[in-house]
């Protein structure tokens, strides 16, 4: 940080420290929250990649389990079921 010759020797006021502190506090949080929220969208990503069968084979994706299930239960609906209401 650069100061100029005469702000070396100035006294900093409690008030100024506690200023900065609440600034660095935020900054902490803020940098904490977007840690947090990035681990969390890894780990859908994470959770959302398709698995590999554990050479058993035969064993369905995410994606055709998803697709099976969403087309039973639109199976269940009844006819007149209008999705935009």
């Known amino acids: 940080m650069l100061m100029l010759a005469e702000e070396k020797d100035k006294k900093i006021t409690k008030e100024e420290l506690q200023i900065a502190l609440s600034v660095i506090r935020a900054g902490t949080a803020f940098i904490r929250y977007q840690i947090n929220t990035a681990k969390g969208i890894l780990e ?3 959770q959302m990649q398709p698995k590999e069968g554990g050479g058993q084979g ?4 995410r994606e055709a389990v998803v ?6 239960m639109l199976a269940k609906l009844p006819h007149e079921y209008n999705q935009h209401e």
Do not use: C, F, P
């Not at 697709?67 to 039973?72: E, K, Q």
């Open 58 to 61: 035969g064993g369905e994706t």
């Open 44 to 46: 859908t990503i994470l």
């Open 67 to 72: 697709s099976r299930l969403a087309h039973d």
